[in-house]
């Protein structure tokens, strides 16, 4: 049976000031939480044995899906309860989606993708859009010229209390905040 461990509003601090740093210098922690150098590093030690973090290398991203970089533009049409979330499930699962995001303006997504070929992409684009409550998009084909990945990520433990973002937590009954309050690390 796994030890089940509660995570703090402290955990949820450094989890916010280390989540989605390419580096993370141990002084800053430390100076941010106000503890020493060590006190940080066995508290960011503790979070990655409890399972709480991870840090993870970004590979670069032609050598894992292809050299043909592209992003589709897609409009939604969504005609009943649950259809755009099924789309963004079948976004979720495809393999070959680098990123997807919701956008504002003539479309809806951005989806950015890398495929071996054009024909591949141009075949991934096609299916794209004869999903269900897809109305119509644009593909357009990239080269990049330099790009800043992220090395650290944070992963939060599941909980009972659903995904919440790294250094919110919820309000106790009775407790009433102003606007923003608790929504990042100090």
């Not at 089940?4 to 390419?22: C, H, N, Y």
């Not at 789309?87 to 951005?110: M, Q």
């Not at 141009?122 to 109305?135: E, I, M």
Request: aromatic content about 6%.
């Amino acid at each position: 049976m796994t030890r089940r461990r509660t995570i703090t509003d402290e955990d949820l601090r450094m989890v916010a000031l280390i989540e989605g740093r390419s580096r993370v210098h141990g002084r800053e922690v430390a100076r941010r939480l106000g503890v020493s150098n060590t006190t940080a590093w066995r508290m960011l030690s503790r979070l990655q044995v409890d399972g709480v973090t991870r840090q993870a290398v970004a590979l670069r991203r032609d050598f894992v899906g292809g050299a043909c970089e592209c992003l589709a533009y897609l409009q939604g049409r969504w005609l009943g309860p649950g259809d755009m979330e099924a789309f963004e499930s079948e976004l979720i699962g495809d393999p070959a989606a680098h990123s997807a995001v919701r956008i504002t303006g003539g479309y809806d997504y951005r989806v950015q993708a890398f495929h071996p070929d054009i024909v591949a992409a141009d075949r991934w684009f096609s299916h794209l859009l004869a999903q269900p409550g897809v109305a119509g998009g644009k593909l357009v084909f990239l080269q990049t010229l330099f790009d800043r990945p992220c090395y650290a990520a944070a992963i939060l433990g599941l909980d009972g209390e659903g995904d919440r973002p790294p250094g919110r937590r919820e309000a106790a009954p009775g407790e009433h905040r102003a606007a923003g309050e608790g929504a990042e690390a100090p």
